[in-house]
């Protein structure tokens, strides 16, 4: 659904609400948003999208306490603590798996549903995929086997290539597994390997000073909820310095970006708020079992491609699920 779209249906809903309220007041669920960071209006609208569709509109039938750590993931355990004495339906949890892992800690009773990019059994939130039990339950976005995909589509745009660059958030909880596997694949095709830190929006220069000035001939950016949030800034220092880059979701190439390999991120968002909306109607998170991505998408930004003087080769143009141009 197109923003325009979105922004109609819900003015055409609300025109609506105050002729049902007359008539009958629906009863108010509340659910929590526990977040590792700031929650972007993109990622939001995708999750109101998947609840109003589930039938459950904020401000109509729906409320929603936002709980933000900002970065600190200190402050997640207290945060869940707050939402659980809140007695809230569901907790919803995002950015990474810390805030589900903290909603898991502070109760084992109140729903909760993830979506994050990595391996929930991996990190002790379900039991398995397909039978999760407990009472977690949700959706992951990122399938770790692209990685050396994302480089040969690399070598594919910037052939030649010997240095690449790997951009992590060495204060997240991502960056150790992030480095393990794109390490390997470098390895396996030959390459070398140089690493760069961004935890904040201040430190984005100094990474792409230090990453042009070993000149890396492609980057990978690594996945973290910081990154989500930073999603203008990343890909406009990628263009300023001129460095091919390749990101985990097509949300990237949208905002300017050169090149993505992945799920979008708005899907995951859009599912997991639609599995929100199931348990507040009597579904149980054990009996739902994690969703995966159905689409895995290229998608080529030519106009950024061009602004950086690459040629795409056609066939990549041709494989590309979506041409920006």
């Known amino acids: 659904m197109r923003r325009r779209e979105f922004i109609t249906f819900l ?41 109003i569709e589930g039938g459950y509109v904020e401000g109509r039938n729906l409320a929603i306490m936002y709980r933000a750590a900002d970065g600190q993931f200190s402050r997640l355990p207290m945060l869940a603590t707050e939402l659980v004495d809140s007695k809230v339906a569901v907790i919803f949890a995002v950015g990474g798996p810390i805030p589900a892992r903290a909603a898991k800690a502070a109760n084992s009773t109140i729903p909760i549903v993830f979506a994050y990019g990595g391996d929930p059994v991996g990190d002790g939130l379900v039991a398995s995929l397909n039978r999760p039990g407990g009472n977690v339950t949700g959706v992951t976005f990122i399938a770790t086997s692209l990685t050396t995909k994302k480089l040969e589509l690399l070598r594919e745009i ?59 001939g492609a980057l990978v950016v690594g996945t973290d909820p910081i990154f989500a949030f930073l999603l203008n800034q990343l890909t406009a220092a990628a263009a300023r310095y001129k460095i091919p880059a390749i990101y985990n979701i097509p949300e990237y190439c949208e905002a300017g970006g050169l090149m993505s390999y992945g799920a979008r991120f708005t899907e995951a968002l859009y599912q997991a708020g639609k599995y929100v909306a199931r348990i507040l109607k009597g579904e149980k998170p054990a009996d739902l079992p994690v969703m995966q991505p159905t689409k895995i998408e290229l998608v080529v930004n030519l106009k950024t491609a061009k602004a950086m003087g690459l040629i795409v080769p056609p066939q990549l143009l041709a494989r590309a699920d979506q041409v920006i141009e």
């Open 158 to 216: 910037a052939p030649g290539v010997t240095d690449i660059g790997l951009l992590v958030n060495r204060a997240g909880t991502l960056a150790e597994f992030q480095i393990k596997d794109v390490s390997e694949a470098v390895e396996r095709l030959g390459l070398r390997l140089h690493i760069a830190s961004v935890s904040s929006e201040g430190e984005i220069d100094a990474a792409f000073t230090t990453l042009s000035q070993l000149k890396i």
């Open 11 to 51: 003015g055409g809903a609300a025109a609506g609400w105050p002729l049902t309220a007359h008539a009958q007041q629906p009863a108010m669920s509340v659910i929590g948003l526990l977040a590792a960071t700031s929650i972007p209006t993109w990622q939001l609208k995708s999750i109101q999208k998947g609840l």
